[in-house]
């Protein structure tokens, strides 16, 4: 399964790239291989997953600040 982006007519590498990018950001497929670099024992898998939800818990809730 690849991610393709294929140029359009008069359309600019750099525009193609960006097109790239935030398609393989919205997809996670480069946090998923960042994630995936090294191995990641289950315990140490399940202390992040926890920390983070602590840590979305936790969060302040406040209306907009004027």
């Known amino acids: 399964m ?3 982006v294929k140029l359009k007519k008069g359309e600019s590498v750099d525009r193609a790239m960006r097109r ?3 398609k393989l950001d919205k997809e996670g497929t480069l946090r998923e291989l960042r994630n995936r670099s090294h191995y990641e024992k289950p315990s ?3 202390r992040r997953k926890q920390a983070r939800a602590r840590s979305r818990t936790f969060r302040p809730i406040t209306g907009p600040s004027y």
Do not use: A, M, R
């Open 44 to 46: 140490e898998k399940k």
């Open 20 to 22: 790239l990018k935030k």
């Open 2 to 4: 690849s991610t393709e």
